[in-house]
């Protein structure tokens, strides 16, 4: 693609899109290894502002890899953090003087008096004096050289809320709901997540030499195109940096999503009219003239700026009628292909078709996701015959409240009792589960036994919302990966024995259909590292015969929906397939009215998934495709694509 003028009147930051999140953090990292020698050779320090969360973790490992690889030396380098939640005691696991330790400080030679991280442990008396002080150490060394930055849904950048003034400092801050309840996913709760932090001014951020802000997935599409297109506004302090002359956004392509130029490149740029873009460009044009597909004119393309479209086809009804049939054609009433007796005159042939039954898994990161996102496809495939499994990836135990952990024990400890089960050894377990739980501190990890009485909620509420989708308990397979088992929200980096793990579960059914999560926006990243564990666990088993036949779809649901012009296979629910699917993510009862880890959306999954699903087939039919009361959408999976984490 050509840039055209117009992009550059859109965007107010200088914003660049890199293929993935690894490769936008090895730029900062090089250039900040860059300065950190010419400050060196030149006998100065280099001062940076640094971040936490997961945005700058890929920054802090390159920067670790160089300095134990290639000697780059932090002796010369002094370094100011943005925030620190308060009260925070520097050992409690979500401090984030811990964080940067465990991700840089410890691995580098960075002199201990030159690390500066907001101190929450001040008392509150002495954090205005202390909020002074932070200022003027940040201009006895000249001030910072480059500042890193995330952004936060609102719009924050470090804990500067919506209202922030651009001239603030150093201080301590309340902070907005939105924040807290992002933030719930590391404090096992939004209840236990401190309601202040001390933060940098945008007034302090802005004084940096050069400023780095980044943003990845798809949770931050929304506030990325505000903060890039959208205009300077006290309610979205990121816009502040429009003013700042050397301030760069660095994006992976899921970022950039709602920016005009990737949702709208038509209207920027000039493009290549490729089929996927002429599905985009006609899809938009049929939604915001409020028309049917094949409704659209010549004059519709003209007046909206699809001038060169219509020029490359020349008729419009060319150009409706090819996207109307390839939107017909993604309705798939038998997502596992139809078998002979079934199959009619005028039926489009199917890849794989000919394998019928056929046998299918379908991998969901925690117990709820394969009801919450494909209940009713699951119902259509156990409905049509075929042999489904499920695999149950993660164990899901920290998304369990303590209270129901309390309840389950007392039953097994009574349910012993009246039984004459094994009472004395339940009593002890019930007794520990109860001591520990009342005793727990916030964001205190479990002990193995709570660990593992969760883990079994979990597992008995899957097996109860698979038998309502017509799934037998024999074809569920409870995987709990390695990663995952760490009692924390933070997990363990992916390894071999996960991958492993779903490997052997492959070569054991030889599936014809895998279905996997590409819902990647789940508030700890579960969902993410679930599909790069599936895609590099195919990788191993591309060579094997039973792969040949095999076709991967990933479906959405819990965090997002396919947009329409993505969808591959969409597959229509009747009203009562609706009510099964409800009725299967009831069956997860510790979910249920209200999730430990809700992320940006508070509505419960079922409304969630309800929702979506009717979103999908309305969108159908607004386009003038047949009207249903709800579709599922899939996306096949290529072969080629992949996740770098």
Known sequence: MTAHPELGKLERLNCNVFPNAPAAARKVADDIATLIRDRAEKGKSCVLGLATGSTPVGIYAELVRLHKEEGLSFANVVTFNLDEYYPMQPNELQSYVRFMHEHLFDHIDIPAENVHIPDGTVPADQVAEYCQKYEEKIAEVGGIDIQLLGIGRTGHIGFNEP???????????????VTRTDAASDFFGAENVPRRAITMGVGTILNAWKIYILAFGENKAQIVARTVEGEQHPG?????????????????????????????????????????????????????????????????YNEEGLQ???????????????????????????????????????????????????????????????????????????AQKHDVHIAYQTSGNIAVFDEDAIRFAEFAAEFCANFKVGTEQVKELENHIDEFLKNKQPGQVDSDAVQQLKGIIRRGEARAGARCVGIPNEKLHFLDMPFYETGRVKKMPLGDADIQVIVKLLREIKPHQIYAAGDLSDPHGTHRTCLKAIIE?????????????????????????????????????SPKEVERKRQAIFKHESQKDRALFPGADMREFWQRAEARNAGTARAYD?????????????????????LDD
């Open 163 to 177: 209202g922030s003034d651009e001239t603030s400092r150093t201080r301590l801050i309340t902070l907005d709901t």
């Open 236 to 300: 979205v302090p990121a816009t502040y940096l429009q003013q700042h002359r050397n301030v760069e956004m660095l994006l992976d392509p899921a970022a950039a999503t709602e920016l005009t130029r990737t949702k709208f490149p038509w209207l920027v740029e000039h493009v290549t009219w490729t089929p996927d873009i002429i599905r985009r460009a006609v899809i938009w044009l049929a939604e915001k003239m409020g028309k049917a597909i094949l409704k659209l004119t010549d004059a519709d």
């Open 308 to 382: 060169n479209l219509l020029a490359v086809y020349g008729s419009a009804y060319e150009i409706n009628l090819e996207v109307f049939r390839h939107l017909q054609g993604t309705i798939i009433g038998w997502p596992g292909g139809k078998p002979d007796s079934a199959k009619q005159p005028g039926d489009r042939p199917a890849k794989f078709d000919h394998i019928f039954p056929k046998r299918i898994i379908c991998f969901s990161p925690h117990p709820d996701d394969d009801v919450i996102s494909m209940g009713g496809t699951l119902i259509r495939l156990a």
């Open 537 to 573: 666990a195919c990788d191993v088993c591309r060579e094997d015969d039973w792969y040949q036949d095999c076709e991967v779809w990933m479906y959405r649901g819990a965090w997002q929906e396919w947009p329409i012009y993505q969808i591959e296979m969409a597959v229509p629910l």
């Open 622 to 642: 607004s386009l003038g495709l047949a009207e249903y009361e709800a579709i599922e959408g899939f996306v096949r999976w290529d072969g080629v694509w992949g």
